[in-house]
């Protein structure tokens, strides 16, 4: 079982920034990543990084805005998100999956998930 402890969100306005961060004990080769939910709305991918870092991917909505990086431990992650928009609103999840992930936008390839942190974004 891994545990993944999220930190980092709260309310911004529509232009500004906030960063996410997820840490977790278990190994520094996990991929990690970020997906989003809004109300009444499917679970998003936001963004990921695979294994030891080789491969970042971004979904389109945030592509260019966000960032998605590893601290030098290894095991904790960062979402920066820069020119925030209100239609960023949404809970935002940390996941876990193996070392190599084919698919990284893919809600399947993760096994384990954060409890999930809000962000809102005012206009």
């Known amino acids: 079982q891994v545990q993944l402890e999220e930190s980092g969100g709260g309310l911004a306005q529509a232009g500004g920034s906030l960063r996410l961060s997820c840490a977790q004990r278990?190994?520094?080769?996990?991929?990690m990543g970020w997906f989003r939910q809004a109300p009444g709305k499917d679970r998003e991918f936001v963004a990921a990084?695979?294994?030891?870092?080789?491969?970042?991917v971004y979904g389109a909505s945030v592509k260019g805005r966000f960032t998605i990086n590893r601290y030098s431990d290894k095991r904790t992650v960062y979402l920066r998100m820069d020119s925030l928009k209100p239609e960023d609103t949404a809970v935002y999840y940390c996941?876990?999956?193996?070392?190599?992930?084919?698919?990284?936008?893919?809600?399947?390839?993760?096994?384990?998930w954060g409890q999930g942190t809000q962000v809102t974004v005012s206009s």
């Open positions: 990084l695979r294994g030891r870092g080789d491969r970042r």
């Open positions: 278990t190994s520094d080769i996990y991929t």
């Open positions: 996941a876990v999956g193996p070392f190599y992930v084919s698919e990284l936008s893919d809600i399947r390839s993760y096994d384990y």
